[in-house]
Every structure is written in C-alpha cells, then in structure tokens.
C-alpha cells in the first residue's frame, strides 16, 4: 500500500535462531522508486535469561531541544540462576536523540525473578520521527533490546506584518522556527481563499504575501502555515470587506 509523507507503516520481524550465540541480519525496505532502506536486526539463541517490559515505548511529541519525561523500563531476570547486568547502551538510528536519565541496571547482580528499573529520557536534535534501541547486556554475553522512539517539532511561529487587511489586498507574513528547506504551505484555517507554498531558509525562516481576493470572506480568520509532517504555526487576521461595512471606523478594527 502507498505510504503518504508523513505516515508509517509497521513490519515485524520474527527470530528464529538456529544455534545460540549472537545472530546479525538486515531487513531491506524498498521504494517504488528504487530507494532503499537498512534496517540492522539482532538476537542471541539460548536461553534468556533477561525479560524487558515494555519491549518497546513512544515518548511524547517534544521541541527540539527540549526534553521529555521519562520512559521507564523494566528488566526482569527470568533464567533460573543469577544474572548480572554489566552494561546499559543506546543503539539504532538515533542515539544521540536519547538518554538513560536514571540507570538502576548497570552492575547489578538479579536473583531469579528480580527486576531492575532503566529511565530514558528523549531529547530531539531534529524534527521528525527519532528512534533508537535500549541494549542490556548480562555477564554472560547475553542481550535484550528495548526499543524507543519520539517525534521532534520545532517551535514554530507565524506573525502577520499588519493584524487587518482590505480585500483586495495582500498579507505579508513571517515564519520561524521551521526545519531548513521544508515545504511550507501557506493558507486559510476555513480552507476557503488562496493558498500557496514557500520553501523555509537555511535558518527555518520564510517570509509570504498571500493575496486577498475582492469576494474574500470577511471578519477575523485565522493564516496557517503547515508543513507535510504535522508541524504548523498560525495567526490572527482581520479581512474586511467593502461590502460588509468593516473598516477604520469599526469598533472590529485594531488599534
């Protein structure tokens, strides 16, 4: 089925290992138009002896730069002897967008059925999907993966150069905080009126006129700008209209 920008589609993966010890693979996603994607996959056969819950957590949609609250998970040892866990590591596509914030796990020693708590907190460095892996590793060489993930957005901003415009006529408007190079598409909130698209600069910026036609519907409206991945920033407006008798003298009109 077709993916729209800013959608996603889901495949799992089963393993099914053959002999113990460590198995490394590669999923091969492939686009109709003959782009394709990697995806490293792992797993050890054996016996497990580490059972995380959850397996995998979305953090909450955070600004870029910002951080979230925590995301805590639990290990559980579920071999029938001792376990230690010597290490807590981020992996997969986005480390640097996470961090373990509180690590009970690391060197310590788990009794049959013991659990043991790891925090992990999301901090994006771009706007977007941002997904990474939680790898604990026991003494004995065995592993257990945990994977995060969290959706960056920018804080975006939209300022009109004047709050009142006559029809015809034209808004003038700025935008930030956008991701560099972005479509941005430039419209009424009602969906009734003009629209047009801008491309945001090096800095996330752009700056529109947008035109208001003779018959634009009048009174205050509200100028959206938005972007594929959900991303948007709006602002205030007064269109008047000849006819609707708006204008300087309207108690409507801003100061």
């Not at 580490?50 to 639990?74: E, H, K, M, R």
Request: some cysteine.
């Amino acid at each position: 089925e077709p993916v729209a920008p800013g959608d996603t589609c889901t495949v799992f993966v089963v393993f099914a290992p053959e002999r113990a010890g460590r198995r490394d693979g590669v999923v091969t996603i492939v686009g109709e138009d003959g782009l394709e994607l990697d995806v490293a996959v792992s797993g050890r056969g054996g016996d497990p002896e580490l059972d995380p819950l959850p397996t995998g957590a979305d953090a909450a949609t955070t600004l870029v730069g910002a951080s979230s609250d925590p995301v805590q998970f639990t290990i559980t040892n579920i071999a029938f002897h001792p376990v230690t866990i010597t290490s807590i590591a981020l992996g997969g596509a986005d480390p640097a967008d996470f961090a373990v914030s509180d690590d009970q796990c690391s060197g310590k020693r788990l009794a049959a059925l013991d659990t043991c708590t790891v925090d992990v907190v999301f901090t994006p460095t771009a706007a977007g999907r941002r997904a990474a892996s939680v790898v604990a590793t026991t003494n004995r060489g065995a592993d257990s993966t945990m994977q995060i993930a969290g959706v960056g957005r920018w804080a975006t901003a939209l300022e009109v150069v004047s709050p009142a415009v006559v029809a015809p006529g034209l808004v003038t408007a700025h935008g930030s905080g956008f991701a560099a190079g972005v479509d941005v598409l430039i419209g009424w909130a009602d969906g009734i009126g003009s629209t047009m698209r801008v491309v945001a600069d090096e800095s996330g910026a752009f700056t529109v006129q947008l035109v208001v036609r003779p018959n634009e519907r009048g009174g205050v409206r509200t100028l959206v700008a938005q972007t594929y991945d959900g991303t948007s920033a709006s602002a205030e407006v007064l269109v008047v209209t000849r006819r609707g008798g708006t204008g300087p003298a309207s108690p409507r009109w801003p100061d």
